[in-house]
């Protein structure tokens, strides 16, 4: 079973994936969603970051 952390950091990534893809000419009417998913991904690094206990 996957762990806190690793459901954190995968959660992150596809916010960053999706985000990404929303970025191009095809769906440029929702780039917007793209900026926030970009911004919730950067959110859940940084808390998986600051709550990492080696």
Not at 13 to 24: A, D, I, K, R, V
């Amino acid at each position: 079973m996957l762990q806190n952390k690793n459901k954190k950091l995968i959660i992150a990534s596809l916010c960053f994936l999706f985000g990404s893809t929303l970025f191009l000419p095809q769906l440029a009417s929702y780039a917007t969603v793209g900026v926030y998913l970009f911004m919730l991904g950067s959110l859940l690094m940084l808390v998986d970051t600051l709550t990492t206990k080696e």
